[in-house]
């Protein structure tokens, strides 16, 4: 037998052992298998993943431990594994935070579903049987006939029929008698629902224009293969699009991976594309059940599922052949994880087109900056759609100036011009879209005598105020307490309620409009399961309805009845203390406003701003991406930021303030020092300063900003990795943790 010299990672959340250790064994092992070893001077054993098997090792072989036992195998093969080193080198987190993406926790504790069913074998018998009841035997009746009339009947099914009856003992005997047996059979747990089985799909033909792309992104595909920016405006048809690539693939023998970027969007593109595609759509999303999620794997693994839908971590789903990735409104912050590893989907899209030739489409109306920068430099295709795929027009756009509403006397947050468009669309039975991206009644409290603002134990922010359970609460870490009219810092004053959310605008809607059926779609309102589905499914099914919502439902959502879209507030979003805030509106306005006019009837869009000159609206006024995108670069040019520059943020965390500074500092410092013993001078280093947000969960958050745009990023990155793993000890001081960020979309 010949032995073999595998390199492992252990299963071991600890950055001190965040490397391969080298074993040898007799055993039949295979890449991605998990194995027993010996660890440490007490031979502890641990679990760990093979990456790596070598026939010979140029080193002392004597010193290396033994494999003690096997494990389970998983699906991570070669370029899986290659995959998630580059992804750990790449966003700097841990071997073990790469591989879990590629073999999630929640698979290795999920298990098979397994079921009774009593099947009918001797038919004839059973009818006899049936023929000579008695006329009272009303049970045995029923459960005679059942049987008959279902050729396969679920045991869950009869205990549930017949609920308090005792029915084993009739089951037994005709079991005895060889007219029925008992099966064990698998079952997979549904992940959908009905309004997602109840949808029936209707093709459409691709219109002259969706064609032309079609050929064009085929032609791509087939020579240079390189990532493909589908840049088409909303409604333009860029889901036909791609369903019709996929049925190519499903026809070449190869699966697809299909990526939208909010939980609400999954319900709705899941029932489009299982209708389409029947039992070939597997679903991976984080609502799923650990059941649900197991399955749906499984499906996709044994390649009964080559479609898979799903948000951001079904990239990682095991396809078979992978031929193609599309993500769907590509722009969205919501691919990119903010837990370690920090990954960006599109980017690790991008490297699965290069490693394995997967070929790659990104959809959307307002691309981010650097991905039409990249499409424009040609390291991307682009293609654009420039009509909607019914050949109506965009919707149209009105800017509303508040500070005019203010002085003709409204106290209303919805300026008079939209309380006027909303009540002509409820008499002519239409839908109206109202988007706030701030959810619960009010942002904060203050004591009408005192000042005082309720703040949260847990973190350096105020507390916000939800009206219908009457308390106030933290949005970063959930801590609550209830409301008090009078200030309980100086028992004085009361408290009074400022700024809007959500809530604010659904109660002064229904006191506004009695008329109309209100639904709010938030985070507060979509917690329970399929309860994203059922709020757009009922939304969707009423006539004269308002849907009130935060950014869940600016983008993806077709409702041929919604003939208006209100923006209450723009000027939020456009004040952000971040490089990418005008971006993100701009997209973000453009979306939500893309819900109108989608059918028969003519859209309109009002958006309400204190701030009427400002730039982006003037763009979003016209619909003009490219307009906005011309001044945007230019600014990011002008500052060296991206795509002119990376920026990588090392965020310190500590329960104690003065050691997350202190830790803060002695990074900075070794990172200047390493970096002159390259002969490196010129790194712009920001900080280290406390976070906007510089307490969150009782811990004190400092971050140092490093931008690239003269020097090597791998060389920065390399010098970080090698301080916060080899110097550790050295630059962190007790209860301090660091984790880096590379190009981070939230910099709070």
């Known amino acids: 037998m010949v032995e073999k010299y595998c390199k492992v990672i252990l299963i071991q959340k600890s950055r001190y052992i965040d490397k391969k250790f080298t074993y040898k064994t007799y055993l039949d092992v295979c890449l991605g298998q998990i194995v027993y070893v010996p660890f440490g001077r007490g031979n502890k054993q641990l679990e760990a993943i093979i990456v790596e098997i070598q026939e010979k090792l140029p080193c002392d ?32 987190c841990s071997y073990l935070d790469a591989l879990s993406l590629l073999y999630p926790s929640q698979i290795r504790k999920g298990s098979a579903k397994f079921e009774d069913f009593v099947v009918l074998k001797d038919k004839l018998a059973l009818q006899l049987e049936y023929l000579d009841l008695k006329t009272n035997a009303h ?17 869950d099914r009869l205990n549930e ?44 033909a691709l219109n002259e224009e969706q064609n032309n792309i079609l050929e064009e992104i085929s032609d791509e595909l087939s020579t240079k293969n390189r990532p493909v920016l589908l840049k088409g405006i909303t409604g333009s048809g860029k889901t036909e699009i791609y369903m019709e ?45 650990v059941g649900q999620r197991y399955d749906e794997w499984s499906k996709i693994e044994n390649i009964d599922a080559p479609v898979v839908i799903g948000a951001r971590s079904a990239l990682f789903a095991p ?33 699965l087109n290069e490693l394995q030739a997967v070929s790659v489409i990104l959809g959307s109306a307002t691309p981010k900056v650097e991905q039409y920068y990249k499409a424009k430099n040609e390291e991307y295709k682009l293609v654009e759609l420039s009509k909607r795929a019914n050949n109506k027009p965009l919707p149209s756009i009105e800017i509303i100036d508040m500070k005019e509403d203010a002085k003709l006397g409204n106290l209303s947050f919805l300026s008079f011009s939209l309380q006027t468009k909303i009540s002509s669309a409820m008499k002519k039975k239409e839908q109206v879209i109202l988007f706030l991206n701030r959810r619960g009644y009010a942002n904060f409290l203050s004591c009408d005598s005192c000042g005082h603002v309720p703040k949260c134990k847990n973190c350096d922010i105020s507390l916000t105020y939800h009206k219908k359970n009457q308390t106030l609460r933290c949005h970063y870490c959930n801590f609550e307490i209830p409301f008090h009219k009078v200030c309980e810092s100086c028992n004085e004053g009361k408290m009074k309620d400022i700024g809007i959310g959500t809530e604010r605008i659904e109660a002064e809607v229904r006191e506004l409009f009695p ?14 399961k399929n309860s994203h589905s059922e709020i757009l499914s009922a939304f969707k099914h009423t006539k004269g309805a308002i849907l009130i919502g935060t950014q869940m439902i600016g983008k993806g959502l077709d409702f041929p009845m919604v003939s208006l879209v209100g923006v209450i507030n723009a000027d939020q979003g456009l004040n952000a203390p971040d490089f990418r805030s005008n971006e993100r509106m701009f997209s973000l306005i453009e979306q939500v406003g893309g819900r109108a006019g989608r059918g028969d009837i003519d859209g309109k869009v009002l958006i309400q701003t204190f701030s009427p000159d400002n730039y982006v609206l003037k763009y979003i006024l016209n619909h003009d991406f490219e307009g906005f995108y011309n001044e945007e670069i230019k600014l990011r040019e002008n500052f060296s930021y991206l795509p002119y520059s990376n920026i990588i943020r090392v965020l310190v965390s500590s329960v104690n303030e003065q050691n997350a500074a202190n830790s803060s500092m002695q990074i900075k410092d070794a990172i200047i020092f390493y970096l002159k013993k390259k002969a490196v001078d010129n790194v712009n280093i920001m900080g280290p300063f406390p976070c906007l947000v510089s307490k969150i969960e009782n811990k004190y958050r400092w971050q140092i900003l490093i931008k690239d745009s003269e020097v090597e990023i791998h060389l920065i990155k390399s010098i970080i990795n090698y301080i916060l793993t080899e110097k550790r000890s050295v630059v962190l001081l007790d209860n301090v943790n660091a984790s880096v960020d590379i190009n981070p979309i939230n910099m709070v």
Not at 86 to 91: A, E, G, H, S, V
Not at 140 to 154: G, T
Not at 255 to 280: D, H, N, W, Y
Not at 321 to 350: M, Q
């Open 61 to 92: 072989e004597d010193k290396l431990k033994e494999i003690v036992s096997l494990g389970e195998k998983t699906n991570l093969d070669y370029d899986k594994i290659a995959l998630a080193f580059w992804i750990r080198d790449y966003y700097m």
């Open 161 to 204: 029929e017949f609920k308090g009856k005792n029915i084993s003992a009739y089951i037994n005997n005709l079991k005895e008698k060889e007219i029925i047996e008992i099966k064990s059979s698998r079952i997979f747990r549904d992940p959908s629902n009905d309004n997602i089985n109840n949808t029936t799909y209707i093709k459409h």
């Open 245 to 289: 690539l996929i049925d190519k693939m499903i026809e070449e023998g190869k699966g697809s991976i299909v990526l939208v970027p909010e939980i609400s969007l999954t319900p709705q593109t899941i029932a489009r594309f299982t209708a389409r595609f029947k039992a070939k759509v597997a679903v991976l999303h984080s609502h799923l059940s």
């Open 139 to 155: 049970v045995k009746k029923y459960l005679y006939k059942l049987i008959l009339d279902n050729v396969e009947l679920s045991r």
């Open 515 to 528: 008329e109309a059926k209100v639904f709010r779609m938030d985070k507060d309102t979509v917690s329970r």
């Open 319 to 351: 396809v078979r052949n992978l031929g193609l990735i599309v993500i769907d409104e590509c722009h969205e912050d919501a691919y990119r994880s903010e837990l370690n590893p920090k990954y960006d989907s599109v980017e690790v899209a991008c490297k």
